[in-house]
């Protein structure tokens, strides 16, 4: 699968922006999809993930009641909605897709999960 992700750039803190994840290559009916960050120096973080067939979503706390994640099945998109951005924010996303959803939990954190990645979208928050 390629991931093509866009909609980065630079906001205020309290500002809202909204990512996508355009996927081509393969049907995403049994994947599961996901948005990770990375900071300088961090190790990259999960954000939250998608069953694709039932657009049923998962989100870390760090992101819980400000950020969400929705498809668009015609278009073969993911987006992820930033609302209320922090600073703290910051970082490169990346979306990325793993073609067989796995049901453990346990897994969907996991950037070893997901086999496909997409390059990244940068994401600045101003304070």
């Known amino acids: 699968v390629q991931l093509q992700a866009s909609g980065g750039g630079l906001v205020q803190a309290g500002d809202s922006l909204r990512l996508s994840c355009a996927a081509s290559g393969r049907s995403l009916s049994s994947a599961g999809m996901g948005w990770f960050r990375q900071s300088p120096g961090k190790e990259r973080e999960f954000v939250g993930c998608m069953r694709w067939s039932m657009a049923r979503t998962y989100l870390a706390d760090s992101v819980k009641g400000r950020f969400t994640i929705s498809r668009d099945i015609a278009k073969n998109t993911m987006y992820l909605q930033m609302n209320s951005l922090k600073p703290e924010d910051t970082a490169v996303y990346y979306c990325?897709?793993?073609?067989?959803?796995?049901?453990?939990?346990?897994?969907?954190?996991?950037?070893?999960?997901?086999?496909?990645w997409g390059q990244g979208t940068l994401v600045t928050v101003s304070s």
């Open positions: 990325a897709v793993d073609p067989i959803w796995n049901v453990d939990p346990r897994t969907w954190s996991r950037p070893v999960t997901y086999s496909d």
